[in-house]
């Protein structure tokens, strides 16, 4: 049995703790949260709004946005315990206080409303030796089971490869949902292409699943194109229709 | 039962004829296309690469590139029949020479070894009056089920804003393969995230499916990914960041 203690209860922490309670392996016997009214329906000798009167537990989760990890990491005596922080783009390095440390990243998209398939989350390990990997194995296989041992220099590229696939993504979606909208068309149209276009690439890499004028270099389409869009769209249409040209 | 003459054996026209061999209602008769050879599985007295040979059918479907769309208008002699073309990006206007003209056009990226569910695919439909709209979606229903009447200023808009959300989007996916690989990340790891994100526009609007640091303006981490890009990266992060903030 792991005792867990989560520090933070946003999406991640939230989710978590929900995860772990179906768990065997794992029990939570303390979540920290900064404002107790929003933990009312939680029993209240599992919560605590005070890091001075954290239980011990072998893992402490911060879950807190990435500016507050330095400061939450400092009031936290871990003894012997483990110490994760839960960040995409914060290094190990933050933990250095702490004997054992590391980082516990799921790389997904959380919502508040909507359930996570944790089978489906990639769990991003690191750690400060190889007893701590294995428990952080223990613990991300015990709600998932797709882990990958990634350092904090690759952790750091993944985010921002993460921002490329999922913010910048939605925001064509948000383009074509403007042209869709601004002439009446029912934005619907467009999800099974959506849903293909993030499923091809399963199958082929990017680059061999890339079609389109851009690629073609089809001249009279892309003026055409152009000639269809306002200012800013125009600007993105021919900035990206380049880079995909460059290659 | 209604009779079809396939022009050009593309991608479009290939689907298309594997998808009418499976009903019951619609009859190919001839099949269109400029080198015999490529097309030597088929029945001889199926195919022609002589427009004038033609047999009559009761609807002319034009599958060839754009540009040779005009060419090959040209040499149909329809009389009654409808002709239609299934271009995205080219107006009803280029058949104006027939007196039953149309639009059937798929919206979806076809690949030549993928199977398309036609189920799934949003046929954009167009013509020059009531019969025929009547007769398209007789078609189109035969072989699959979201019909959408589209005109052709609507089309050309779709078919932009299918540039963003399918080739742009693609490109981004593209990205972030360049980062992952560059640091020996496995692409594999964004795969659920590229899931999730499509997904998303199923249930929420794009604008309220955004996330990230551009949207929250963090502008700590949108400076130490800057910091983690190549100059052709930089500058599209840059440009996307800006648009995402200015909404």
């Known amino acids: 049995m792991i005792s867990v203690a989560i520090i933070g209860y946003g999406n991640v922490g939230q989710h978590l703790h ?32 005070n890091l001075a009167t954290l239980k011990q537990a072998d893992i402490y989760i911060i879950a807190v946005s990435d500016d507050a990890i330095p400061e939450v990491s400092a009031q936290i005596h871990s003894k012997n315990a483990l110490v994760v922080h839960t960040s995409g783009s914060v290094s190990i390095d933050v933990l250095d206080k702490h004997k054992n440390k590391g980082v516990f990243y799921l790389l997904q998209s959380f919502s508040k ?54 913010n910048f993504t939605n925001h064509m979606y948000k383009i074509g949902n403007d042209i869709c909208e601004t002439h009446n068309i029912p934005f619907d149209i467009l999800l099974p292409l959506i ?8 199958v082929l890499k990017p680059t061999e699943a890339q079609t389109g004028p851009a690629k073609r270099n089809d001249i009279k389409t892309i003026n055409n194109h152009l000639s269809l869009l306002n200012d800013q769209q125009q600007y993105i249409y021919k900035i990206l229709t380049k880079s995909i040209q460059d290659g």
Chains 1, 2 share one sequence.
């Open 195 to 202: 849903k293909e276009t993030a499923a091809k690439v399963n």
């Open 18 to 49: 929900k995860a772990f309670l179906k768990t065997e392996s794992i029990v939570v016997n303390q979540i920290y949260v900064r404002t107790l009214s929003k933990v009312a329906h939680l029993s209240s000798n599992m919560v605590t709004n």
């Open 113 to 166: 409303n909507k359930a996570i398939d944790f089978n489906q989350i990639p769990f991003c390990l690191e750690s400060n030796n190889e007893k701590n990997d294995a428990l952080l194995l223990k613990l991300a296989t015990a709600i998932g089971k797709n882990t990958y041992a990634i350092n904090s220099n690759q952790r750091q590229q993944l985010h921002v490869a993460a921002v490329f696939v999922n």
